[in-house]
């Protein structure tokens, strides 16, 4: 059970920022909140990660709501490289581990 | 930089058949977990290792088992195989707890 939700599909034209939501209501306070992607044949690739403060890498920006019921991960800039599956995890516990739900597929049009 | 290396990166066995599927973790990286995504779907959390003990088990099949080894490195193996076995196998490696998790290009495992 991945307990978050996430839209199945999103659409960004190149160099135009993208938002991509996550809903995770019944989250804990222990658990942080991770964003992998998946580009074509590849393996899942780590973004971004955060527990409660908003966090930003040279990647993404992460958003996180103040009651840590939903997070927004932010690209700045989407470029075409950035089309891929985003996944939204919830990870309980030690040891990292991630349970994949159904990401959102974003597409970015030239 | 040295990433997650899985050998093979193809494997093509028949049915009832045995594989081992090997992942080499990035260096000093002590945390390794194993996924399966079948075609179409999302990766599926099989089974996970810290320091040479099995720290967690998802949906891995009986017929499935794995271990990490002293050099860190793990293998999954796989008996009796299925149609159903077909997939791609991901490794995942970290450095203890909560922290970003590499993954490996995958073994793309075929039954015939």
């Known amino acids: 059970d991945a307990k978050t939700t996430q839209p199945n599909s999103m659409e960004s034209n190149e160099e135009e920022p993208v938002h991509l939501p996550c809903n995770h209501s019944?989250?804990?306070?222990?658990?942080?909140i991770h964003w992998y992607r998946q580009l074509p044949s590849q393996g899942p690739e780590y973004v971004i990660h955060g527990l409660t403060s908003n966090v930003n890498n040279r990647m993404a920006s992460l958003a996180i709501a103040e009651d840590r019921k939903s997070s927004t991960l932010i690209l700045h800039r989407a470029t075409l490289r950035d089309a891929a599956v985003y996944y939204c995890i919830r990870a309980s516990g030690g040891y990292n581990k991630l349970i994949f739900g159904a990401g959102t597929r974003l597409a970015v049009h030239p | 930089a040295a990433g997650v290396i899985q050998s093979p990166r193809h494997l093509i066995k028949e049915k009832r058949e045995t594989a081992t599927l090997k992942c080499y973790p990035i260096p000093r990286h002590d945390t390794v977990y194993w996924y399966q995504q079948g075609p179409g779907q999302d990766p599926q959390f099989l089974i996970s290792?810290?320091?040479?003990?099995?720290?967690d088990k998802g949906s891995i099949p009986d017929r499935f088992s794995a271990q990490q080894f002293s050099d860190y490195h793990s293998e999954l193996n796989m008996s009796s195989l299925e149609l159903g076995d077909s997939a791609l196998y991901f490794c995942?490696?970290?450095?203890?707890?909560?922290?970003?998790?590499?993954f490996g290009q995958g073994t793309r495992l075929t039954v015939v």
């Open positions: 995942a490696s970290s450095l203890g707890d909560n922290h970003e998790a590499f």
């Open positions: 019944t989250i804990s306070g222990t658990d942080y």
């Open positions: 290792f810290y320091e040479k003990m099995q720290s």
